[in-house]
C-alpha cells in the first residue's frame, strides 16, 4: 500500500488541522499509536507523514505544538502565578530535560528567560 505523495500532503493537513482543533499535543501520554487512533488513520500511515514528507520525527513535531503552548501560557497574565514546571507540564511535556532542550531550541531563550523578556516588554 504504497502512499502517494498526494496522500502525504492531504494526511499531513488533516493532522496539522487536528492538532490545531483538538489540542492532543497537551496530553503527556500521548503517542504516535493513540493519535492515529484519534485521527482514524493506521500508525504506519501517519509514520510515513512524519519521516517522508514532515521531515522530522513524531516527538519533535509535538513539541513544537508544546513549546507554543508553553509560550503562550508563560506570557499569560492569568498563569503568572504558575512555575515553569507547572506550564511544562500543562503544555504535555512530562520531562524538564526535554522541554527546557526543545524550547530552548526553538525560541533560542530558556523558559525562565522567555517569560522574563516578554513581561518586560509588556511594562514598556
Known amino acids: 500500500a504504497q502512499l502517494s505523495q498526494d496522500g502525504l500532503a492531504h494526511l499531513a493537513v488533516r493532522l496539522h488541522q487536528y492538532m490545531v ?8 501520554d500521548l503517542t504516535l499509536t493513540t493519535l492515529a487512533d ?3 488513520t493506521q500508525p504506519s500511515r501517519l509514520s510515513k507523514v512524519f519521516s517522508q514528507h514532515l521531515d ?3 516527538y519533535d513535531y509535538v513539541n513544537k ?10 506570557i499569560d497574565i492569568q498563569r503568572k502565578h504558575l512555575s515553569v514546571t ?3 507540564a500543562l503544555a504535555g511535556f512530562n520531562s524538564n530535560s526535554v522541554f527546557y532542550e526543545s524550547f530552548k531550541r526553538l525560541t533560542g531563550q530558556t523558559p525562565a528567560k522567555f517569560r522574563k523578556t516578554q513581561s518586560a516588554k509588556e511594562t514598556i
Do not use: G, H, P, W
Not at 65 to 74: D, P
Open 56 to 58: 522530522e520525527n513524531f
Open 21 to 28: 482543533v483538538s489540542r492532543c499535543y497537551l496530553d503527556t
Open 65 to 74: 505544538y508544546r513549546v507554543e503552548a508553553a509560550k503562550a501560557m508563560l
Open 86 to 88: 507547572d506550564i511544562m
Open 38 to 40: 484519534q485521527m482514524k
